[in-house]
């Protein structure tokens, strides 16, 4: 599908701020004609007659007001991102050269582009389908190397691929039904019902096995938001500080200091780990802004995917303890017993009965953090974790092959109750629809405008 737009659009494609360099990049018909009017080359040479990936040293000038020395890009329709003529100025990185670049470029025609706008255009010129084009927004927000490797194999096309090769399986049942269907009264073979669920039955389970592989890759996408709680004083900021590698949280003697949640993300293992150390829970409390803590700790518990409770294993539990373990009946829970430096009292805690794991831990000595974070990293993860292998992270895609499964489960039922090939012509389309939907191919405007505004500015 080509863009219906003759407008140019520029954008700040670098994060505003003091930096060695900022990039204002300009796409469309007249990015060329604009730079023209703003930029004057060092070699003397009209940008016009520039070569294509050329890099060229020049000036900004508002009028014959110098404002920035700059190196100018130039990539020509239609070898370029968005398959349009595209300028890059990178100017010096801070924010007055920035703005009034991009000013001169709207002074001079350019519109300012919406979130992700030039992504979208390189998807309506065919140069990405979508799927890549939401990948390229997961490069930009990827936390770990894992999570930068599942979003670099999709913009590689590795779902499209997948997609690709069951879409054509399906198309070629489709067509053998649509013949019979078209040509009742000619010598045609008939169709082979049996044969139709044996190929379904095939693309079924390779749709199913990559649905197995999304909670892995949601995991490497988003991270695991994990709550640290406890009631006071059992060293749940000392942990989270020796967690992050720093001072982050205030701890003292005293029980309660931890009002407020304090939230942090660390890497292990290649996967995001979201900390939240939330204030100390107990059942009663008279102090009002103690209060708000508590209830901002329970709130944070329910958002969590990983609750880490903490226990002083220099004590027996006590009714805290259990009031807390109430409320992790339905989450994945493992027991830190801090303060193993110390002479341990706490010998049975299978009475709580709401773990997954549990480690020895000292905070204050530095000891069991590696064998926490391979229990945490063994919950999640089974498994390889080899990025080369498809991992599918995004829940739009996860949705679309499930509606694929089922159109395809409804196929399967029609064959083996002697159906009408109209009805199973009308599943095996909306089987095709449904991954079509993944890459694109069947574009709404609704969905284009909730996929590109997750976008920043200027990519």
């Known amino acids: 599908m080509k863009i219906n737009s003759d407008d140019t659009i520029v954008a700040i494609s670098t994060l505003v701020g003091e930096a060695g360099i900022g990039i204002v990049r300009l796409s469309g018909p007249d990015a ?3 730079a023209s009017k703003i930029f004057k080359p060092i070699a003397k040479k009209p940008v016009k007659e520039l070569p294509s990936f050329s890099v ?4 900004v000038i508002d009028n014959k007001n110098f404002v920035d020395e700059v190196l100018l890009t130039i990539m020509k329709s239609p070898k370029s991102y968005t398959r349009e003529d595209v300028v890059e100025i990178s100017c010096h990185g801070g924010i007055v050269p920035l703005r009034k670049t991009l000013e001169l470029c709207t002074k001079n025609g350019a519109r300012l582009a919406d979130p992700g706008e030039f992504t979208k255009r390189a998807y ?3 140069r990405i389908d979508l799927s890549q084009a939401e990948a390229v927004c997961d490069i930009i927000k990827a936390k770990t190397d894992l999570a930068l490797s599942c979003a670099v194999s999709q913009l590689n096309g590795s779902l499209t691929r997948i997609v690709d090769k069951q879409k054509n399986i399906i198309t070629d049942i489709l067509a053998a039904i649509e013949v019979a269907i078209d040509y009742t009264e000619e010598d045609v073979p008939d169709i082979d019902k049996f044969d139709i669920i044996k190929k379904i039955n095939g693309i079924e389970k390779e749709l199913e096995k990559i649905l197995l592989t999304f909670q892995t890759g949601k995991i490497f996408k988003e991270g695991i938001r994990t709550a640290i709680v406890g009631k006071p004083n059992v060293g749940k900021s000392s942990l989270l500080n020796i967690l992050i590698g720093q001072d982050r949280a205030i701890v ?4 309660g200091t931890t009002r407020d949640v304090i939230e942090e993300m660390i890497n292990i293992f290649g996967i995001p780990l979201i900390l939240m150390d939330t204030a100390g829970i107990r059942k ?6 103690e209060k708000i803590g508590i209830e901002r700790a329970r709130n944070e518990l329910k958002n969590a995917d990983l609750v880490i409770f903490v226990l002083d294993s220099s004590n027996e539990l006590s009714a805290e303890d259990f009031h807390i373990a109430e409320l992790l009946s339905s989450k994945k829970v493992i027991l830190v017993l801090n303060k193993s430096d110390l002479t341990r009292k706490l010998k049975d805690i299978s009475s709580l009965r709401i773990f997954d794991s549990s480690v020895f831990v000292s905070a ?4 069991g953090i590696e064998e926490l974070k391979k229990a945490i990293y063994d919950l999640f993860i089974q498994g390889d974790t080899n990025t080369s292998n498809f991992f599918l992270t995004n829940m739009r895609h996860k949705i679309l092959i499930e509606n694929t499964i089922n159109s395809l489960k409804n196929v399967k039922a029609s064959c083996e109750n002697n159906i009408s090939e109209e009805f199973i012509a009308l599943d095996l389309r909306a089987a095709l629809n449904s991954l079509g939907e993944i890459t694109g191919e069947i574009p709404t405007e609704e969905i284009l405008n909730r996929i590109f505004s997750n976008f920043c500015v200027g990519k």
């Open 284 to 289: 009663h409390s008279y102090d009002a802004v």
């Open 124 to 126: 309506l010129n065919g």
């Open 56 to 59: 060229n040293l020049g000036k």
């Open 364 to 367: 204050k000595k530095n000891t």
């Open 252 to 255: 003292t003697e005293i029980p």
């Open 32 to 34: 060329i004609i604009i």
